[in-house]
């Protein structure tokens, strides 16, 4: 299956810093990268993704990048608030053909005010 | 309606009952899936039904058995669990089970067994 190594496990910044989270592939046949924000005591929210024709998607304070050569994309969120406190998980789909993606392990950003 | 409905949203059990988990779209997805979630990990695979038929079964004990009623419908019936059961289940549903479509996830139910 794919192998989809996220990093870090956790992270905490204060109010108003950027936040970087970093998630590796290894299927060079993907083309399909969410990331999902899962706070406590609720199920994980699609909150943004990239189709593997753009380096590049923003919305408001939140971005994700790609790089096909590298086989990485991260997720970017500058101005953090408190609200952005919570696990998120980097997901891709895994190799061989099949469509269900692997989750990565998560990070537990932690955004102190 | 762009919502996954799950319920209940807490479950206390014994390991001799017999219950149900119930999940609910109305946004016309045709994939759904069951996915079983530990404290601090990712969301693990159960079940995936595409257009109501069971298509991926991830070696889940048979203690745990899926029923998909119709397209907007998607149970989990429970019987016999064992502690280490003991879980945050979460239904999710996509578009299709195409590699592209992104989920979108229930609350959960949150199961003790006991």
């Known amino acids: 299956g794919e192998n989809v190594e996220q990093h870090p496990s956790t992270l905490s910044v204060q109010e108003g810093d950027s936040a970087v989270i970093k998630c590796t592939y290894s299927d060079s046949a993907s083309n399909y990268f969410p990331w999902y924000k899962q706070e406590l005591g609720k199920g994980p929210q699609l909150i943004i993704d990239i189709r593997s024709n753009v380096g590049e998607k923003k919305d408001q304070r939140i971005a994700v990048t790609l790089n096909k050569t590298a086989k990485h994309f991260s997720l970017h969120i500058t101005e953090t608030q408190p609200e952005d406190s919570a696990v998120y998980f980097c997901a891709a789909p895994s190799s061989g053909g099949s469509y269900i993606p692997t989750f990565g392990r998560g990070t537990s950003l932690i955004v102190h005010p | 309606d762009t919502e996954v409905t799950q319920t209940p949203k807490h479950l206390v059990m014994g390991m001799t009952n017999k219950k149900s988990l119930k999940c609910e779209q109305h946004?016309?997805?045709?994939?759904m899936y069951w996915y079983k979630q530990k404290a601090k990990k990712p969301p693990e695979l159960m079940f995936v039904y595409s257009y109501e038929k069971l298509s991926i079964n991830e070696s889940v004990p048979s203690r745990f058995s899926p029923e998909c009623p119709n397209s907007s419908l998607l149970n989990l019936h429970l019987h016999a669990l064992q502690p280490e059961d003991s879980a945050l289940y979460l239904c999710?549903?996509?578009?299709?089970?195409?590699?592209?479509?992104?989920?979108?996830f229930g609350s959960g139910t949150r199961l003790t067994v006991v």
């Open positions: 946004m016309g997805h045709r994939a």
């Open positions: 999710a549903s996509s578009q299709e089970t195409a590699r592209n479509y992104g989920y979108t």
